[in-house]
Nanobody
Framework: QVQLVESGGGLVQAGGSLRLSCAVS????????MGWFRQAPGKEREFVAAIAGFNTNTDYADSVKGRFTISRDMAKNTVSLQMNSLKPEGTAVYFCAAGRTRWATMSRDFYDYWGQGTQVTLSS
């Protein structure tokens, strides 16, 4: 059974940085694509970043390009999201997701496993 556990959320000032981590069990992080999504209050869950399963190809939402970086650690079987220059609209619950294909994709439909999420709150 695949399980994902996020950590690293918290309260941070706008302009600051935060690093989220996702511990994966039941599957190697290099076997399939991994992604990060976020859901703000009253809004739908949206794509943030993804990393392919067979190489280091990545994809990002336009809103975070140049500020966020997704990476994985094969030895620790974790996926991380480094978030820099955070903006107030970044307040949301951030979810880690494990894909059903090796291709990095923005679509939620291609992710089969989800973590419980970690809250990120931005203060202005």
């Amino acid at each position: 059974q695949v399980q994902l556990v996020e950590s690293g959320g918290g309260l941070v000032q706008a302009g600051g940085s935060l690093r989220l981590s996702c511990a994966v069990s039941g599957r190697a992080v290099g076997d399939y694509a991994m992604g990060w999504f976020r859901q703000a209050p009253g809004k739908e869950r949206e794509f943030v970043a993804a990393i392919a399963g067979f190489n280091t190809n990545t994809d990002y939402a336009d809103s975070v390009k140049g500020r966020f970086t997704i990476s994985r650690d094969m030895a620790k079987n974790t996926v991380s999201l480094q978030m820099n220059s955070l903006k107030p609209e970044g307040t949301a619950v951030y979810f880690c997701a494990a894909g059903r294909t090796r291709w990095a994709t923005m679509s939620r439909d291609f992710y089969d496993y989800w973590g419980q999420g970690t809250q990120v709150t931005l203060s202005s």
